[in-house]
């Protein structure tokens, strides 16, 4: 696949969240968008896998608005749940996508598992699939994942979504503990932003 020298896209989610940490990813000579320009809501995530999901957002927001599209599926998958709650995280927060409560179903299912289960390492990882679309057409889609582990409380106030409740490995702290510069350097994003980039 030859680069493209995109000049202008636009960042496929309605997430502020994602939309700032995959803006400040992109190279600087790249015009962003959000949906947030153009009042769009999000499609509907029928997929089966975060590559999927992924791919309907990137051709559904391109396909509206006639730009190269980059977008980002991504979710939190526990060992012990099965790899839950996995495509459906941000469905887990509810209607309003309420993160506070959706750490706390964490923590119910958890308990519903394994009484004790602070004792032990809680083993899961953020995933994340980054995809590029032109109109209907996948240019590329790549996957990143960092693995680690859950705490057994929420700490930190950076970052968003699940960052409070994971510490990835060879790490003490929750990535909402971190220095969003730092997290940058470690998340899943990142690592899938690094196989996408040469298509930029």
């Known amino acids: 696949m030859v680069k493209q020298n995109i000049k202008q896209l636009i960042i496929g989610t309605n997430n502020r969240g994602k939309l700032k940490e995959i803006r400040d990813l992109l190279p600087k000579y790249i015009k962003i968008f959000s949906t947030l320009d153009f009042k769009l809501k999000s499609p509907k995530e029928n997929g089966k896998t975060f590559e999927q999901n992924s791919l309907i957002k990137s051709k559904y927001f391109s396909k509206k608005t006639g730009l190269i599209c980059l977008a980002d599926d991504s979710g939190l998958e526990i060992d012990v749940l099965k790899k839950k709650p996995g495509i459906y995280s941000a469905r887990w927060g509810g209607k309003k996508g309420d993160f506070k409560k959706a750490i706390k179903k964490v923590y119910i299912e958890l308990n519903k598992k394994k009484v004790n289960w602070k004792k032990d390492k809680i083993r899961a990882r953020f995933v994340c699939a980054l995809s590029l679309s032109n109109l209907n057409k996948k240019i590329v889609c790549v996957i990143g994942k960092v693995e680690g582990t859950i705490s057994s409380k929420p700490k930190g106030l950076n970052g968003f979504g699940y960052d409070p ?14 220095k969003p510069s730092k997290k940058y350097k470690l998340d899943h994003r990142y690592k899938a932003f690094k196989k996408i980039k040469k298509f930029l």
């Open 165 to 178: 409740i994971f510490i990835p490995l060879k790490k003490n702290k929750t990535f909402a503990e971190m």
